[in-house]
Protein backbone atom coordinates (compact mmCIF):
# COMPACT_ATOMS: atom_id res chain seq x y z
CA UNK A 1 0.00 0.00 0.00
CA UNK A 2 1.53 3.36 -0.73
CA UNK A 3 2.25 5.62 2.51
CA UNK A 4 0.69 9.11 2.85
CA UNK A 5 2.27 11.44 -0.07
CA UNK A 6 2.51 15.40 -0.40
CA UNK A 7 2.96 18.04 -2.79
CA UNK A 8 4.94 19.66 -2.95
CA UNK A 9 8.08 19.04 -1.01
CA UNK A 10 9.55 22.21 -0.95
CA UNK A 11 8.20 25.61 -1.52
CA UNK A 12 9.48 29.20 -1.16
CA UNK A 13 7.11 31.66 -0.78
CA UNK A 14 7.06 35.78 -0.21
CA UNK A 15 5.19 37.48 3.01
CA UNK A 16 1.54 38.54 1.91
CA UNK A 17 1.37 35.50 -0.56
CA UNK A 18 -1.06 32.44 -0.04
CA UNK A 19 0.05 29.15 -0.65
CA UNK A 20 -2.03 25.53 -0.97
CA UNK A 21 -0.44 22.13 0.11
CA UNK A 22 -1.57 18.78 -0.90
CA UNK A 23 -1.97 15.64 0.95
CA UNK A 24 -2.88 12.21 -0.65
CA UNK A 25 -3.80 9.62 2.36
CA UNK A 26 -3.28 5.67 2.38
CA UNK A 27 -5.99 4.18 0.17
CA UNK A 28 -9.12 3.88 2.19
CA UNK A 29 -7.87 6.21 5.40
CA UNK A 30 -10.75 8.60 5.40
CA UNK A 31 -8.98 10.58 8.07
CA UNK A 32 -6.63 13.35 7.37
CA UNK A 33 -4.77 15.58 10.37
CA UNK A 34 -2.81 18.47 9.61
CA UNK A 35 0.41 19.67 11.77
CA UNK A 36 2.76 22.61 11.65
CA UNK A 37 6.02 21.92 13.11
CA UNK A 38 9.25 24.57 14.07
CA UNK A 39 12.17 24.48 15.99
CA UNK A 40 10.43 26.74 18.26
CA UNK A 41 7.14 25.08 18.87
CA UNK A 42 7.90 21.36 18.11
CA UNK A 43 4.54 19.62 16.21
CA UNK A 44 1.25 21.58 16.77
CA UNK A 45 -2.10 20.40 15.65
CA UNK A 46 -4.20 22.42 12.66
CA UNK A 47 -6.85 20.69 12.21
CA UNK A 48 -8.37 17.47 11.17
CA UNK A 49 -10.95 16.44 8.25
CA UNK A 50 -13.00 13.38 7.76
CA UNK A 51 -15.37 12.52 5.26
CA UNK A 52 -15.14 16.27 3.63
CA UNK A 53 -16.11 17.63 7.01
CA UNK A 54 -13.70 19.18 9.59
CA UNK A 55 -14.17 17.64 13.24
CA UNK A 56 -11.25 19.38 15.02
CA UNK A 57 -9.43 22.07 15.20
CA UNK A 58 -5.75 23.41 16.71
CA UNK A 59 -5.28 27.36 17.96
CA UNK A 60 -4.58 28.62 14.45
CA UNK A 61 -5.33 31.89 13.30
CA UNK A 62 -8.06 31.89 10.25
CA UNK A 63 -4.99 32.29 7.86
CA UNK A 64 -4.89 28.91 8.10
CA UNK A 65 -7.80 26.63 6.54
CA UNK A 66 -8.33 23.03 4.65
CA UNK A 67 -10.66 21.01 3.09
CA UNK A 68 -10.88 17.49 1.77
CA UNK A 69 -12.24 16.14 -1.14
CA UNK A 70 -14.43 13.09 -1.58
CA UNK A 71 -11.74 11.06 -2.57
CA UNK A 72 -10.11 11.74 0.92
CA UNK A 73 -7.53 13.80 -0.79
CA UNK A 74 -6.83 17.19 1.41
CA UNK A 75 -5.51 20.77 0.91
CA UNK A 76 -4.66 22.91 3.43
CA UNK A 77 -4.31 26.47 2.61
CA UNK A 78 -2.21 29.56 4.71
CA UNK A 79 -3.07 33.05 3.36
CA UNK A 80 -1.27 36.52 3.93
CA UNK A 81 2.03 34.57 4.58
CA UNK A 82 3.98 35.64 7.50
CA UNK A 83 7.59 35.04 8.07
CA UNK A 84 6.79 33.22 10.83
CA UNK A 85 4.55 30.55 8.86
CA UNK A 86 8.14 28.51 7.97
CA UNK A 87 8.15 25.99 8.77
CA UNK A 88 7.08 21.41 8.29
CA UNK A 89 3.74 20.95 7.66
CA UNK A 90 2.59 17.05 7.94
CA UNK A 91 0.00 15.66 6.77
CA UNK A 92 -0.87 12.62 8.97
CA UNK A 93 -3.87 9.61 8.12
CA UNK A 94 -5.83 7.26 10.05
CA UNK A 95 -8.29 4.41 9.31
CA UNK A 96 -11.38 5.38 11.47
CA UNK A 97 -12.48 2.34 13.03
CA UNK A 98 -15.51 1.90 15.51
CA UNK A 99 -13.17 -0.11 18.28
CA UNK A 100 -9.60 -0.09 18.92
CA UNK A 101 -6.81 1.97 18.28
CA UNK A 102 -6.02 4.06 15.33
CA UNK A 103 -2.51 5.19 14.78
CA UNK A 104 -1.78 8.06 12.42
CA UNK A 105 0.75 7.39 9.71
CA UNK A 106 2.92 10.56 8.28
CA UNK A 107 3.93 11.66 4.72
CA UNK A 108 7.42 13.05 4.58
CA UNK A 109 6.02 16.68 4.84
CA UNK A 110 6.48 20.25 2.97
CA UNK A 111 8.85 22.62 3.94
CA UNK A 112 7.63 26.18 3.67
CA UNK A 113 10.17 28.83 3.84
CA UNK A 114 8.74 32.28 3.92
CA UNK A 115 11.22 35.19 2.68
CA UNK B 1 -5.93 13.34 26.74
CA UNK B 2 -3.10 12.41 29.43
CA UNK B 3 -0.22 14.23 28.75
CA UNK B 4 3.32 12.93 28.79
CA UNK B 5 6.74 13.05 30.45
CA UNK B 6 9.80 12.14 28.73
CA UNK B 7 13.18 12.89 29.38
CA UNK B 8 14.71 15.23 27.13
CA UNK B 9 17.50 13.36 26.00
CA UNK B 10 19.20 10.03 25.83
CA UNK B 11 22.65 8.10 24.34
CA UNK B 12 22.79 4.19 23.52
CA UNK B 13 25.94 2.51 22.49
CA UNK B 14 25.29 1.23 18.84
CA UNK B 15 24.42 -2.88 19.66
CA UNK B 16 22.89 -2.41 23.05
CA UNK B 17 19.36 -2.09 24.02
CA UNK B 18 17.25 1.85 24.04
CA UNK B 19 15.25 1.80 26.69
CA UNK B 20 13.24 4.90 26.34
CA UNK B 21 10.71 5.67 29.67
CA UNK B 22 7.69 7.55 29.50
CA UNK B 23 5.33 8.64 32.15
CA UNK B 24 1.47 9.16 31.96
CA UNK B 25 0.83 8.98 35.43
CA UNK B 26 -3.19 10.74 34.17
CA UNK B 27 -3.93 7.95 31.92
CA UNK B 28 -7.34 6.91 31.38
CA UNK B 29 -8.85 3.55 31.02
CA UNK B 30 -10.15 3.51 27.15
CA UNK B 31 -6.42 5.71 26.32
CA UNK B 32 -3.50 3.43 24.29
CA UNK B 33 0.27 4.35 24.58
CA UNK B 34 1.81 5.15 20.76
CA UNK B 35 5.03 5.56 20.24
CA UNK B 36 6.75 7.71 17.20
CA UNK B 37 9.67 8.29 15.90
CA UNK B 38 10.94 11.33 14.01
CA UNK B 39 14.37 11.11 12.06
CA UNK B 40 15.57 14.68 11.18
CA UNK B 41 13.46 16.56 9.28
CA UNK B 42 10.92 13.56 8.19
CA UNK B 43 7.56 13.12 8.90
CA UNK B 44 7.39 11.14 12.13
CA UNK B 45 6.83 7.26 11.86
CA UNK B 46 4.43 5.44 13.33
CA UNK B 47 6.78 2.78 15.79
CA UNK B 48 4.08 0.63 18.04
CA UNK B 49 1.15 0.97 20.66
CA UNK B 50 -0.71 -0.40 23.48
CA UNK B 51 -3.36 -0.74 25.67
CA UNK B 52 -2.54 -3.02 28.35
CA UNK B 53 -0.35 -5.65 27.56
CA UNK B 54 2.92 -5.60 26.49
CA UNK B 55 3.31 -6.10 22.57
CA UNK B 56 5.96 -6.13 20.47
CA UNK B 57 6.77 -6.18 16.25
CA UNK B 58 9.62 -5.81 14.30
CA UNK B 59 10.68 -2.72 15.37
CA UNK B 60 10.34 -2.55 19.05
CA UNK B 61 9.04 -3.87 22.45
CA UNK B 62 6.50 -1.86 24.32
CA UNK B 63 5.98 -2.88 28.17
CA UNK B 64 3.34 -0.83 30.55
CA UNK B 65 3.28 -1.14 33.93
CA UNK B 66 0.35 -2.98 35.77
CA UNK B 67 -1.02 0.38 36.85
CA UNK B 68 -0.48 2.12 33.62
CA UNK B 69 1.29 4.75 34.72
CA UNK B 70 4.14 4.59 33.01
CA UNK B 71 5.74 2.76 29.69
CA UNK B 72 9.04 1.87 28.43
CA UNK B 73 9.99 1.55 24.27
CA UNK B 74 12.40 -1.15 24.38
CA UNK B 75 14.60 -0.94 20.60
CA UNK B 76 16.14 -4.34 21.26
CA UNK B 77 19.74 -4.13 19.31
CA UNK B 78 20.30 0.04 18.42
CA UNK B 79 21.91 0.90 15.58
CA UNK B 80 23.02 4.24 13.77
CA UNK B 81 19.53 4.80 11.84
CA UNK B 82 17.57 4.45 15.13
CA UNK B 83 18.99 7.84 16.10
CA UNK B 84 15.87 10.17 16.28
CA UNK B 85 13.40 12.40 18.29
CA UNK B 86 10.73 9.49 20.05
CA UNK B 87 7.28 10.90 20.89
CA UNK B 88 5.55 9.07 23.30
CA UNK B 89 1.56 9.81 23.24
CA UNK B 90 -1.66 8.42 24.40
CA UNK B 91 -4.71 9.14 23.45
CA UNK B 92 -8.80 7.43 23.64
CA UNK B 93 -9.46 5.61 20.33
CA UNK B 94 -11.86 7.56 18.06
CA UNK B 95 -12.10 10.76 20.04
CA UNK B 96 -12.28 14.40 17.91
CA UNK B 97 -8.92 15.13 19.68
CA UNK B 98 -5.81 15.47 18.29
CA UNK B 99 -2.19 13.50 18.76
CA UNK B 100 -0.58 15.61 21.49
CA UNK B 101 3.55 15.03 20.80
CA UNK B 102 5.27 17.04 23.79
CA UNK B 103 9.00 17.29 23.15
CA UNK B 104 10.04 14.10 23.06
CA UNK B 105 12.93 12.08 23.79
CA UNK B 106 16.35 12.90 21.37
CA UNK B 107 18.23 9.35 21.19
CA UNK B 108 21.60 8.89 19.85
CA UNK B 109 22.91 6.21 18.97
CA UNK B 110 26.80 6.01 19.43
CA UNK B 111 29.20 4.22 17.62
Known amino acids: KAGVTQTPRYLIKTRGQQVTLSCSPI?????VSWYQQTPGQGLQFLFEYFSETQRNKGNFPGRFSGRQFSNSRSEMNVSTLELGDSALYLC??????????????FGPGTRLTVL | DAKTTQPPSMDCAEGRAANLPCNHS???????VYWYRQIHSQGPQYIIHGLKNNETNEMASLIITEDRKSSTLILPHATLRDTAVYYCIVRAPNTGNQFYFGTGTSLTVIP
Open chain 1, 92 to 105: ASRNLRTSGSNEQF
Open chain 2, 26 to 32: TISGNEY
Open chain 1, 27 to 31: SGHRS
